[in-house]
């Protein structure tokens, strides 16, 4: 499956205006990005929503960021997949994850064992598993992923992410972080955008954890440091988002799937991904 160099990933175009979003959708395709990548993390009418941006679409990948496998069940997906008309099908990667203790409660528990045993379910329902990813942060799902699923989709993570991803799942698998952008000039307004975006998920240990590997402290997960934050944020005009995402592909990156941070809706967000495409495509 080409993916591109470069997809979106987009809350708006899953969770905002059916008809809005299918506009967007299809000029997202039309600018030319790769794939576009929407959340399923709090579960919901997933498939219904990727329907949506099927229909609205006609070539650009559709992809999952992710789908919570607490919240879906493996043939309910495969039996959805497996129904759609073959042009539908083929363009769609479904990436999975295992979501967060403390949003799920007190069942969670051995994340990989649970993938790899979902995983199994899946492949038996009749899910191609080269259409999948994994959401993978860790080593060890990092390794799960290189074994079982067409590679890792990390989220939240630099450049030195993409590398170590590379490293551990080896040549041929797909590596495709999400990589949030701030497109503003002002850095003082720039930093208050990407701390927006990060609070929530500065409480998710599973992402306090992956922080520290990739070399950041309590103190600056605490304090959501500019370290961090213009680590896991690219901040500022054209070129230095670009050059991110050059970062990442340099890494190891075969896929880098650009969110933007607007403090908008998804008329900022579009006009962001006009701005970068030139850049980026």
Known sequence: MDLGKVGVWSMELRFGDKAEAARGAAEVEELGYGAIWVPGGIGG???????HLLKATSRVVIATGIINI?????????DWFNALPENHR???????????GPLIGENWNRPVAKMAAWLDEFAAAGMPLEQTCLAALGP???????QRTAGAHPYLVGPSHSAEARRIMGPGKLVAPEQGVVLEANPARAKELARGA???????????????????TDADIETQSDALLN??????????????VAEHHA?????????????????ESLAALRRLAPVLL
Not at 90 to 99: A, D
Not at 140 to 146: F, N, R, Y
Not at 231 to 244: H, L, P, T, Y
């Open 45 to 51: 009418d997933i498939t219904g929503d990727l329907d």
């Open 70 to 78: 607490w919240k879906h069940e493996p043939a309910e997906i495969a």
């Open 90 to 100: 083929n363009r769609v990667m479904l990436g999975l994850g295992i979501s967060h």
């Open 140 to 146: 060890k799902m990092l390794e799960l992923a290189g």
């Open 198 to 216: 990060l609070t929530h998920y500065a409480r998710l240990p599973n992402y306090c954890n992956s922080w520290k590997r990739q070399g950041y």
């Open 231 to 244: 680590g896991i944020f690219a901040c500022g005009d054209e070129a230095a988002i670009a050059a991110r």
């Open 251 to 267: 890494a190891g990156a075969d896929h880098v799937c650009v969110q933007t941070i607007t403090g908008g809706g998804l008329a």
